[in-house]
């Protein structure tokens, strides 16, 4: 037996920092601790209710076509294409694949244009799971910088794109960054489009946090500029709507629909014809927007107090950004700090946060941390930036 | 354009008969066709009302924790272990992992033990999913043939064990296989269990169809005899309950837990919480015994009709497997005959089945036919198998 499973548990075929990264965070288990580590929507504003009656219109409408296998929805297919329209993307219900969420999406997009040894373009800090779609699919990872204001460098994109052998793909979080929080800024991404489009490299625009903006002007997804088809748009219900659903959908050429669907196929068949339903049922009901409109209303406020909190206790003694959407604060602690050090003093003062050095790829945030806003109640947002802060001083 | 999409449109990865198949069943949704091509449950027999029930349970007890993201369901693991222990299986809770169905398991697992060009054995005539997972991961298959009363051909398995280099991965479907309806002998089970321990190849019991039983005595799972940990079960609730829950489970030694969940995360993070809940709710309010129960009858009833209507109609112009369970019968025509060619006079003459060659490996069984009766009336059963009785004969 060893001989064997030695093998399976020394394969480096997937990073193995999520898996470090849990044994960490099983210290948060314990309810006297505060943890800004999650990356949770609220829990008090998920549409219970609203889920719950189409999940019930569904059952009664449909009877056993809801529970059987069914090939992708099409009125969920047709009522996301409508989504993307009001964010400015031009798309058929043709050209929307559904998946269990972006974490499906980065995979089936990795396997389509990634080989082992293939280029592929990344931020150097960015969501672990990119990484393991690139890294763990043994890319040959080339990593462009981040800045907490305009978002990804598209100056050291376009050079990435012109060193041989060409990227196979270009992966970015368009909105709401996560770990970072930043935007792209608006002007960054029709030439972002068309760098991808004249270097021929398809560009995955992962954007789980873009309809969840509660500040500033609206900007289209870089997809909008997208005249060639070579940016591949990726949305989930997960943080819209609700994780547990595990939904989401990919924006991609009507060309490539038979490879992705035997590719998705191959992974594990299909999403569930249930849960489809009932999401075709509630946007269908025009529930969206109301449900969005209140969520922003508490991620907003809750943000609004953490900055308020960080300006209080960590002035002078950090930087941090200041994002318009999504759930995530970074932080930057003074240089030579190390977050993830630092951790067990912050559990040993009940407060938990994701270190920054597993969002880098060569390592280089070990001085910063993420932290969540959007799950965490104003009262204990502000005793736990306090907690840090003292942890903080005290390193 | 062109030259990215090229790439990934010819990339090897992955085997296109389903998507070749997909474009042969597509005649199937004229309504006036029968189809025998399915490989559904019957969808009178779903449990709409018991899960409509347990939904609603649910979300009124556990509230947004029923939406949030949430690691693997303890009592639904907890519940799966029972299950296990009744079919013979010693298993502990933290032994299970919750997937979305076997396809899932069958990735993960494949990922776990194979990388290209490792060795792997599956049977010569098997389900799609696994040439998928071995043929598509770019593993040298060595393949074993199977009987259409015994089942697998235990010495072949033990001569491929024997070939050097030893092989990585055994995938089998134990019972009511996928196509050929067979089971494998209760006497070959022990000893397939044991050759994995003794070569020390990992084997992976594939058996969504196991608790489908409607005739002649249980057998344990291959999984009953492992006290080596070398055998690795997938279990689904798509034909126990319903296939469009897309929710299975791996019994897996506990040891390599961490690594088949960091490789699960890569995929698509985690099963759906909400769908996890409502089937421990329905498991643990005692609803699956009669569930299943009501569900064999149907299954056995209609099997009977098949297995009646084929002896009507093809004695002395074809052979066929005599299922005991599942939703399959396995035809095989008189050598010569190709079942992809006669498809065209099938649907001319409005009945579908699956040509026998898009489930072997080489090729071998274009002269059969997978026949489905769990999801077809009675009636359709008769008048489908004498329409297809029409074809062979005037092929």
Known sequence: MATTFEHALSTEGTKLERSVLRELLR??????????AGGLPASERLPLEGLRTCLNAVLTRDGSRALQYSPQHVPLRARIAELMESRGVACTPEQVFITNG???????????????GAPAVIEEVTFTGIQQVTLGRGAEVRTVPTDLVTGVDVDAVEE?????PRPRLLVLVTDFHNPLGVSIAAESRERLARLAAEHRVPLVEDDPYGPLRFAGDPRPPIKAYDDEGMVFYLGSFSKMLAPGLRLGWMVAPEELMP?????RESIDLES????QRAVAEFLGQGRLEGHLAALRETHGARC?????????HLTGGAQWSRPEGGVFVWVELRPGLDATELFRSAIAKKVA?????FFSVHGATRNAMRLNFSNVTPEAIREGVARVAEVVREG
Chains 1, 2 share one sequence.
């Open 27 to 36: 210290f948060t288990v314990d309810p006297e601790i505060i943890s800004l």
């Open 102 to 116: 972006n974490q499906q999406g980065l995979t089936i997009l990795s396997r389509l244009f990634l080989d082992p």
């Open 160 to 164: 990435a794109f012109r060193r041989e």
């Open 259 to 263: 490879r992705i669907t035997t590719l």
């Open 272 to 275: 569930s014809t249930l849960v």
């Open 304 to 312: 609004a107090t953490m900055l308020r909190s960080l300006e209080e």
């Open 353 to 357: 946060y994701v270190p920054g050095g």
